[in-house]
């Protein structure tokens, strides 16, 4: 069985904006939401102080304390993210949802900070009066597939992707894959992260975090030669993958087509990129969709603005398309968002693919020579007409994804 497979409702949570239009016009306004947190400043031997966090979101009034007593902030992200997809495909309160054949794959890198603490105060205070039975819940690495699950009542698959930087892009291909084989009609998919400085520390001791900290709204800088590290963001993305006869038969709208999808591993080094196994895994995503290399109009980078990080997947890019391909980051704009970047990523690509305007790399100004010779989108973003986009994202643990989305013309 080899059934197509297409995205009927987006939902996006993210600093760029709480709708899909609100995030579209501030992609548009060509500028970044990267600012100073002031709180962080307290934080000892932390180099950062840089972050883009989610400054006007609040809970849903109709999300019930029941509801949400198992969700830390990762997970009210991922829930409000699939509510909006959820209605935006028309499919909020289908009993479709509840008769085995809608399941969920999404992934963020880890549960939600405060609980870790939680657990961990056990060993410092010998006592678990901070500890309640939705503790773990809150904590642990499926949390946001499990209150996705709850809360709209899905009873298909569940599909975890808690890895790291690919969670959200192998949320959106193992979705794919589940529905291409049969297995599922409908995969809520995708990915989510809240902010914490645990996180920027993670890259902070490896000297890969950005220390701008006086200029905010000039960092980060994606294969730019003058970039001096990433800057963590949050969010949470959801993409309504459907069988597409399925989607047709009920008049859904149809956003774009999932064409191809690859994953592997470097099996060599935890942190280090590998251009080999970066190349591959477009090759590989490629021959899933059975196209050649020339059909891809534009790449959406991983570019995290970390020197080795960009080296590394232009070189990927230009090994296997040898031509100048066009690409650009949209972490120059809200951070790296972690196991919530290829989820937000894929959503951007299809919007910026239906619209053919292509956001530039804000803060791109000189491009590293040391990255390959590729078209990068600068200044006031392209406008073209492609036909296939791919999305490629790259995690520690030598983890790499690529999807590649078709535009759909009914």
């Known amino acids: 069985m ?37 709180e962080w400043e307290k934080i000892e031997g932390l180099h950062t102080k840089l972050a883009s966090p989610i400054e006007n ?19 009210v992200f991922a829930v409000r993210a699939s509510e909006l997809a959820l209605k935006d495909a028309g499919l909020l309160g289908s009993s479709e949802l509840e008769n085995g054949l809608t399941g969920v794959a999404y992934g963020s890198s880890s549960g939600s900070v405060d609980s870790f603490y939680d657990f961990y105060s056990i060993l410092k205070t010998n006592t678990v009066s901070g500890i309640t039975s939705s503790s773990y819940i809150r904590m642990m690495p499926h949390t946001c597939p ?12 569940l599909i975890p992707t808690g890895t790291a930087c690919t969670s959200g892009s192998l949320g959106v291909g193992y979705g794919y894959e589940a529905i291409k084989y049969g297995h599922q009609d409908i995969m809520l998919a995708g990915g989510s992260e809240e902010l914490s400085p645990t996180q920027a520390v993670v890259f902070d001791v490896l000297f890969a975090t950005s220390t701008k900290n006086n200029t905010p709204g000039l960092t980060p800088r994606p294969y730019d ?29 149809i956003y774009a087509e999932v064409v191809g999808f690859a994953t592997n591993t470097d099996g060599a080094h935890v942190t280090q990129p590998n251009k080999t196994t970066m190349s591959i895994v477009m090759k590989k995503a490629l021959l899933s969709a059975s196209l050649p290399p020339e059909s891809i109009g534009y790449i959406n980078g991983h570019g995290t603005a970390t020197t080795q990080g960009d080296v590394a997947e232009t070189h990927a890019v230009d090994t296997l398309f040898n ?17 919530a970047c290829g989820a937000i990523e894929s959503i951007l690509s299809i919007l910026m693919m239906n619209d053919n305007w292509y956001a530039p790399t804000v803060n791109l100004e000189n491009i590293d020579p040391e990255c390959a010779d ?37």
């Open 225 to 253: 030669k003058d970039r001096d590290g990433l800057v963590v963001g949050e969010g949470g993305a959801t993409l309504v993958l459907e069988e597409y006869e399925h989607a047709i038969r009920r008049g859904a709208k």
């Open 2 to 38: 080899n059934r197509r497979v297409v995205v009927t409702g987006m939902g996006i949570v993210s600093p760029l904006g709480l709708t899909l239009n609100d995030t579209f016009n501030s992609l548009k306004s060509k500028r970044n939401f990267v600012k100073h947190m002031e």
């Open 323 to 339: 031509r100048k391909m066009p690409i650009s980051s949209q972490k120059s704009y809200i951070g790296h968002t972690l196991g």
């Open 57 to 75: 979101f609040t809970i849903p009034e109709h999300y019930t304390r029941k509801q949400t007593r198992s969700m830390g902030r990762t997970s």
């Open 374 to 410: 590729l078209e990068y989108i600068q200044s006031e973003g392209v406008t073209m007409d492609n036909e296939y986009v791919m999305n490629n994202n790259f995690a520690f643990g030598g983890i790499n994804s690529s999807l590649i989305f078709k535009k759909i013309i009914l």
């Open 146 to 157: 499990v209150n996705i699950s709850v809360f709209f009542k899905l009873t298909g698959r």
